[in-house]
């Protein structure tokens, strides 16, 4: 393996460690598709809060992240310890996760899609 693969898959965040449990390394192919799975759900989670900054967060080949704003700068995030500065900087203001403007936009959205799912199951509902 080329260094630059291993650098790219022997360390974890701690929030990375529920995947690889006890273990401080993992080989390039153990459990990938369940660490790829839970990478793109956090992804998404992450976009969920973001999008109130104008930020948008992507997977970078299983092993970094791409942070954007709507303007199209970019930053290179390691990984979740180092997400918040960069968010913080790249928005030019402070993320607070107990914002109340924050918790009521994160509510309004999780009513929309819940919505749009009580909808769309009526609608099912009702060409049966």
Do not use: P
């Not at 929030?15 to 799975?37: F, H, Y």
């Amino acid at each position: 393996m080329c260094i630059l693969c291993g650098e790219l898959v022997s360390s974890f965040h701690w929030s990375d460690m529920n995947l690889v449990g006890q273990k401080a390394t993992i080989s390039v192919n153990e459990n990938a598709r369940e660490r790829k799975r839970a990478r793109l759900k956090r992804v998404k989670l992450l976009n969920e809060i973001l999008r109130f900054y104008g930020l948008k967060i992507a997977d970078w080949q299983g092993s970094k992240f791409v942070l954007s704003d709507k303007k199209g700068q970019s930053v290179i995030v390691n990984d979740l310890g180092d997400l918040w500065d960069k968010a913080r900087d790249l928005a030019k203001r402070e993320i607070d996760a107990l914002d109340n403007k924050l918790l009521a936009f994160l509510g309004e959205s999780n009513m929309n899609a819940e919505s749009s799912l009580d909808f769309s199951s009526a609608n099912h509902k009702s060409t049966r």
